[in-house]
């Protein structure tokens, strides 16, 4: 098989990012755009030794499972990988992901794997965008969202996925820009001034927050741009963020207000969450309520736990589980995050939290073995040291009853995984949002004391690859 040639082939998989799997001559062929159930004449782009990536050319027949994407711009827009496919097959093909990375990975046979859990409405779910602003052909500063795999802007002005306000926001903003010739970024010569515009809407609060990340310490005409966003209904805080790197990561470490609060608030099943710029906070809330849920039955809580919440970000976790937890430990790497997490306790009159800023990796297996000496030397006997100090310890949290760890999507770190062991809690909740580390990290925990009992996805990123999935883990007694 050579570049350039042509084949015509069926879709009957789908790769890690919404790609279709098909095989032509008995070569393994991956299709941007295909969708399973497809027939389709490709050309070949680039050949591996076993597979190749080819480029579809026609649709000779559409799959049954293939719809009309809502969105005009979807085969362009790096954002949506699987909107031609319909919602249902996309449900089944993340449960299958989650599954095949259980048996593959992790080495599990036939894993118990709860019915995904989809939206009732899968558009206009997302609470966050992050807008890159370019200047377009004319000269002009536009939005949108990039290509796949690329730099290359797409302008997007009412994204299907988006909040419906971020067409107003972004209107504006251009309007404002281009009005007093505001200079957009440009990545090439890492030049110009705005580099991206951040707009969290809180979908129960209705606040809008709006952060400008720039090339540069000041917005110029920020007096009028805060004027005309702030006459937007829900307008609550808008900040600057200075990101003067040379780099893909979208945020910098700083956040001035320009107008308002520097946060907006949001609520999560009656608690009340506060969150900054910088912090994480969940895309999907409506989702997200299910998720937590999930979580929490799984913790499977009486009131009087021991609890830690690996990766706790703003504390919803921790907040969400010290409702039926006698103590709840968090700890979180952003300091921000960990100052919206205090604040949240506060806020929603919760006392019995407690967290702790840094690396998880770092904080947690120093602060178990710190607990650890302290209970010998209390002890002071060698027995003490050798029981880990177990009986001694309670109270201290170095024996949670549950912990829970939702990690970003690299997985957990391997001697957060073993001091998890050491502290041997009754279960491990594990909340990720991708599956292959996961299974990875799942595979560690059966290797180490635990047996995987269930698990569950939760479509949070609908029209794209990813997945978010709930595992629970019981101790083995041997
Ligand atoms: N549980 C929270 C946050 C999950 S996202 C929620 O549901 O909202 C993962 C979080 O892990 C982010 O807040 C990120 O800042 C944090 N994080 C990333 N690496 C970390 C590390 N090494 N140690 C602790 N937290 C980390």
């Not at 971020?166 to 505001?182: A, C, D, F, S």
């Not at 912990?403 to 990720?432: F, H, N, W």
């Amino acid at each position: 098989m050579r570049k350039n040639e042509e084949y015509n082939l069926e879709i009957t998989d789908m790769g890690i990012d919404g790609e279709g799997i098909g095989k032509a001559e008995g070569v393994t062929l991956f299709v941007k755009d295909a969708v399973i159930g497809d027939l389709v004449r490709v050309k070949i782009m680039k050949m591996k030794k076993t597979y190749g990536y080819a480029r579809l050319m026609e649709i000779v027949k559409p799959s049954p499972y293939r719809v009309e994407p809502k969105c005009p711009l979807s085969r362009q827009c790096g954002g949506c990988q699987i909107q031609s496919l319909c919602y249902e097959k996309q449900l089944e093909f993340k449960e299958k992901k989650v599954r095949n990375n259980l048996e593959r990975i992790a080495g599990l046979g036939n894993p118990f794997i709860e019915p995904i859990v989809g939206m009732e409405e899968p558009y206009h779910f997302r609470n966050k965008e992050q807008f890159p602003i370019r200047k377009g052909k004319d000269g002009q500063a536009v939005a949108g969202f990039f290509a796949a795999r690329t730099h290359h802007l797409i302008p997007v002005a009412n994204c299907l996925i988006g909040a419906p306000v971020n067409e107003i926001i972004i209107r504006e903003v251009l309007r404002v820009m281009n009005q007093h010739g505001i200079e957009p970024y440009e990545e090439e010569t890492h030049s110009g001034l705005v580099r991206h515009v951040l707009i969290r809407y809180g979908f129960t609060s209705k606040e809008i927050m709006v952060c400008f990340v720039l090339n540069g310490e000041e917005l110029p005409y920020a007096k009028e741009m805060a004027e005309t966003l702030c006459k937007i209904d829900g307008m609550t805080s808008i900040t600057i963020n200075v990101n003067t790197e040379k780099t893909n990561v979208i945020l910098g470490n700083t956040v001035r207000v320009l107008w308002g609060r520097d946060y907006i608030m949001d609520e999560l099943d009656g608690i009340r969450f506060r969150i900054s710029p910088l912090s994480f906070y969940q895309v999907n809330p409506r989702q997200t309520e299910k998720l937590y849920r999930i979580a929490m039955e799984y913790a499977e809580l009486t009131g009087t736990e021991t609890v830690w919440d690996m990766y706790c970000g703003i504390g919803t976790i921790s907040l969400f589980l010290s409702r039926r937890a006698g103590h709840v430990y968090g700890v979180e790497v952003v300091p921000q995050a960990i100052e919206d997490a205090r604040k949240n306790a506060e806020i929603n009159g919760i006392s019995n939290v407690e967290f702790f800023v840094g690396k998880a990796e770092e904080v947690v297996p120093r602060y178990y073995e710190e607990k650890r000496r302290e209970a010998a030397e209390a002890e002071k006997g060698k027995e003490a040291i050798e029981n880990g100090g177990r009986a001694e310890a309670s109270g201290t949290g170095m024996h949670p009853d549950v912990v829970v760890v939702d990690p970003p999507r690299k997985g957990c770190a391997q001697v957060l995984l073993a001091t998890i062991c050491q502290m041997a809690p009754e279960r491990v909740v594990y909340v990720s949002c991708d599956s292959a580390t996961l299974a990875r990290d799942v595979k560690y925990l059966c290797e180490n004391g635990y047996r995987y009992v269930k698990g569950r996805p939760v479509d949070q990123f609908g029209h794209s690859g990813h997945v978010e999935c709930v595992v629970k883990m019981q101790r083995k007694y041997i």
